[in-house]
């Protein structure tokens, strides 16, 4: 853990109500990019009703709870697994799809692109 984010867990000696997504991830011990698929996945839910492009706030309360729950710990795991293997899989296929033709490994491509959107 960096300085910067064990002073912010050790403020005051108590957590904020509130966490952004960046500290959201410290405590799930994650990259703040790994919030999006969390919500995607609706393990996580934003306080209110945030528009796409505004910053997300995260109950606190809710938060610590719910890393108590080895089931749910179990769920955020494989949602984070299952999204970066569709990712990476996506990227695969779009460089497969630039360098030939597409009836070799391309091919195998196109239900990976269906499935991940």
């Known amino acids: 853990m960096r300085d910067e984010q064990h002073k912010f867990m050790m403020l005051l000696g108590q957590w904020p109500a509130r966490l952004t997504a960046e500290e959201a991830a410290w405590v799930l011990n994650c990259q703040p990019y790994d919030i999006a698929p969390l919500v995607t996945a609706r393990l996580l839910k934003p306080l209110g009703n945030p528009v796409a492009n505004s910053t997300k706030f995260f109950a606190t309360a809710d938060l610590l709870e719910q890393i ?15 999204h970066w293997h569709h990712k990476n899989a996506r990227k695969q296929c779009r460089s497969l799809d630039l360098d030939g033709p597409t009836n070799g490994p391309a091919q195998k491509c196109a239900p990976l692109m269906t499935l991940a959107g």
Do not use: I
């Open 68 to 82: 108590k729950d080895r089931n749910w710990l179990v769920r955020v795991t494989n949602a984070l697994q299952q």
